[in-house]
């Protein structure tokens, strides 16, 4: 089963770092771009840092300076390093990917999937 794992999420007082982890498993995968969003009641999410396997990274401005996406192309890996909190930065935060999956010898197929999230909470 094909499935993202999510770790790194946690308390952290503001100003202070969290670095968050994310890795798809279960599947022969290459990928396209990862990315970390705000998950919000009701299915809405926002971005929060993208990157692609050409290391071409967005963000979204609150974030900027602040956050750094890095990505791991064989291992399938995203990480997201989270400096200089604040508290506004509280949310559950989600692991997006998408790539090519390697079915078998002949068939590739695209896949899209979402982690379940992991919270953060800035609070001191």
């Known amino acids: 089963q094909v499935q993202l794992v999510e770790s790194g999420g946690g308390l952290v007082q503001p100003g202070g770092s969290l670095r968050l982890s994310c890795a798809v498993t279960?599947?022969?995968?290459?990928?396209?771009?990862m990315g970390w969003y705000l998950q919000y009641p009701g299915k809405q999410r926002d971005l929060v840092a993208t990157i692609t396997h050409t290391r071409k990274t967005n963000y979204a401005d609150s974030v900027k300076g602040r956050f750094t996406i890095s990505t791991d192309n064989a291992k399938n890996s995203v990480d997201l390093q989270m400096n200089t909190l604040k508290p506004e930065d509280t949310a559950v935060y989600c692991c997006?990917?998408?790539?090519?999956?390697?079915?078998?010898?002949?068939?590739?197929?695209?896949?899209?999937?979402w982690g379940q999230g992991t919270l953060v909470t800035v609070y001191a």
């Open positions: 279960g599947s022969n995968f290459s990928m396209y771009a």
């Open positions: 997006h990917a998408e790539g090519i999956e390697a079915v078998k010898a002949d068939t590739d197929r695209y896949l899209e999937i």
